[in-house]
Structures are given as structure tokens and as C-alpha cells.
């Protein structure tokens, strides 16, 4: 029997939202080459996607070629991103009501999605394959010495989620149900928790849209914090009222000081020289579907970021 070979370190990739070029620079730069097969580090190392491959972007089609092609090859781990989700949603027909997807999408997401819809133009097999690849997706991973999500480690919902994905169908339908704990704990892991804002205070996200909750830093304390700094990213104009912890409790679990380092994508955080790292929760996105850039961080077996650990494209 064959000895597996474990990988001589990671190389943990953000958000990449169909800019497949900028995907291939990245690749390149950590070292890279590419095969009959795929990507593939000479080196041994191997590569983690966190999620949100598609929409967005000008090349949706051929980064998910190339990260199914490396994943395929055992060269890269990767887990679902709420886009994904969402597209598996929107795409799988309700049992029932036959003509319903199980998800609807908003006119927001919806305008996200058209260019992954106009990646696979006379492609529908190609399309419905990599939807069922999304379905087998991990909806995190749990490393040892570190852990990847995409958006929140709440202890309790990665505890009640296990090891299913999204291929089981009950699972995938409950999900789609409001108010189950199924539908709670993928809001979480892949969305993010959110918090409701004091009354008359608002904040106005990227697409002109006037929001009253915000995301939240899921690893700090309420306990003397107040909303502008509480907010994930932090909104200048919000107010720096005193959050008095929801009544019945929190809907996530504060990641402790002590716990691995995990690593993040979803936020779409402003540009910056290195990545946002507080304490032991690191977000890798930079928002380069908005103009910023992608960006990866090498981290070796025991989880420790390395020496130029931070790479971007």
C-alpha cells in the first residue's frame, strides 16, 4: 500500500471571484508549475481555496477548470463560499414544487451571478457537473493546527454541521428553510454573523444600499465594545454607541484567544500592504472583484505563517 505524502506546507488562497489571470500570477509567484494535470507545487506544497471561486469576474469558467483540475489531482484542498451556495440553491429544483429552486436569489446576488451564467453560454453539462462538485464541497476544514472557513468558526454550528455538505439533500433543503437551525448555522458559517444597529443608525454597503446590521468581528468580546469598532469591516460613520449583548444571547460563538489560527475570505476588505490579522483569525480577501487584488498566506505543516508568508497577485 502506497504511503501517503503529506504537503511540506500550505499555501492558503482568498476569494477569487473568476479572475483567473490574476489566479495564475499567484500561483506563479509561490512557485508553481503546471502539468498535463494541473497546478502542482515541485516543492510538495499544497494549495487551499476558501471559497468564492465564481461570479463577479471576467473568467469564471476557466478558475473553476483550474481549481477542479488541482483538487481533482490531490494538489488543493478547497471549501464552498457562500456564492457557491448560493448558485447550488438557486440551480437545485425543489423536490415538490418541481419549478422552484430551492433558493431564490436577490436582484443583488442575481447581478453578481450573471457572469458565471454567461461563462457557461451552450455549456449546461459543463455547468450542472461543477454544481455538483459544489455539492460534495467541505463547508470548512479543520486542520489541527489551523482551521479554514469561509466566513465564521462558530464552534457550536461547525459541531451541529459535522461532516455533511450540501450533497445530502435533506440537509441542502433544510438549509433553505428560514429559521432552522440548518439554515442558522450556514448564514454563519458561510455569511458571517451580523448584529442589528442601534435605532436611526444605518450604514450604506457597495451597491448603494442602505443596511441596518452590520458584520461583525465574531472573535472579540461585547463587553466595553462599541458598534463602529465591533462593525467588520470598521464604517467610520457608524456610531460609537456601547452594543449591549442581544437579549437570549449571542447567534455565534466568540472564537477564543486560545483556539488554532483560522483563516477567512468573504469580507471584502480595503486594500493593504499585508493581510488583517487579529490575534488568531486572519481574513484573506481583497476584495478583488471590487478593484483590489488577490493574495494567498504560506503557512507550514504546524500552521505557523512564514518567512514572506504574505503573497499577492
Given amino acids: 500500500m502506497e504511503k501517503e505524502v503529506k504537503p511540506t506546507g500550505y499555501d492558503i488562497i482568498g476569494d477569487i471571484h473568476g479572475h483567473c489571470d490574476e489566479l ?21 506544497r499544497q494549495a487551499i481555496f476558501v471559497g468564492d471561486l465564481i461570479d463577479r469576474g471576467p473568467k469564471v ?35 415538490i414544487e418541481a419549478d422552484r429552486p430551492l433558493r ?17 453560454i451552450d455549456r449546461q453539462d459543463e455547468w450542472d457537473q461543477f454544481i455538483d462538485w459544489f ?11 489551523f482551521r479554514v472557513v469561509h466566513a465564521c468558526w462558530s464552534q457550536r454550528h461547525i459541531d451541529f454541521i459535522g461532516d455533511r455538505n450540501l450533497d445530502d439533500y435533506e440537509f441542502l433543503q433544510a438549509t433553505a428553510t428560514n429559521a432552522s437551525p440548518e439554515y442558522q448555522a450556514i448564514e454563519t458559517v458561510l455569511k458571517g454573523p451580523e448584529l442589528n444597529l442601534p435605532d436611526g443608525a444605518y450604514l450604506t454597503d ?34 460609537d454607541t456601547a452594543v449591549e449583548p442581544p437579549v437570549g444571547g449571542l447567534s455565534w460563538d466568540i472564537y477564543p484567544a486560545g483556539a488554532p489560527p483560522v483563516y477567512v475570505g468573504h469580507y471584502s476588505l480595503p486594500p493593504i500592504d499585508k493581510p488583517a490579522s487579529a490575534g488568531n483569525v486572519t481574513c484573506l480577501d481583497y476584495s478583488i472583484g471590487k478593484g483590489g487584488y488577490l493574495c494567498a498566506v504560506r503557512v507550514n505543516p504546524r500552521g505557523e505563517t512564514e518567512t514572506e508568508g504574505f503573497v499577492k497577485a
Avoid at 436569489?105 to 454567461?118: A, E, R, Y
Fill in 135 to 145: 455539492k460534495t464541497l467541505p463547508l470548512y476544514l479543520d486542520m489541527g493546527p
Fill in 24 to 44: 495564475r500570477s499567484l500561483l506563479g509567484k509561490m512557485g508553481y508549475e503546471c502539468d498535463e494535470t494541473s497546478y502542482f507545487h515541485p516543492g510538495g
Fill in 104 to 120: 431564490e436569489m436577490s436582484n443583488g446576488s442575481k447581478k453578481q451571478f450573471q457572469p458565471t451564467v454567461d461563462s457557461f
Fill in 206 to 239: 457597495h451597491n448603494g444600499i442602505q443596511r441596518t446590521n452590520i458584520r461583525v468581528k465574531w472573535w472579540e468580546k461585547l463587553e466595553g465594545i462599541n458598534y463602529r469598532t465591533l462593525c467588520y469591516p470598521e464604517v467610520a460613520t457608524l456610531p
Fill in 61 to 95: 469558467r476557466e478558475t473553476l477548470e483550474l481549481v477542479h483540475a488541482m483538487h481533482r489531482a490531490n494538489r488543493a484542498l478547497v471549501i464552498i463560499g457562500n456564492h457557491e451556495y448560493n448558485a447550488v440553491g438557486h440551480c437545485t429544483m425543489h423536490h
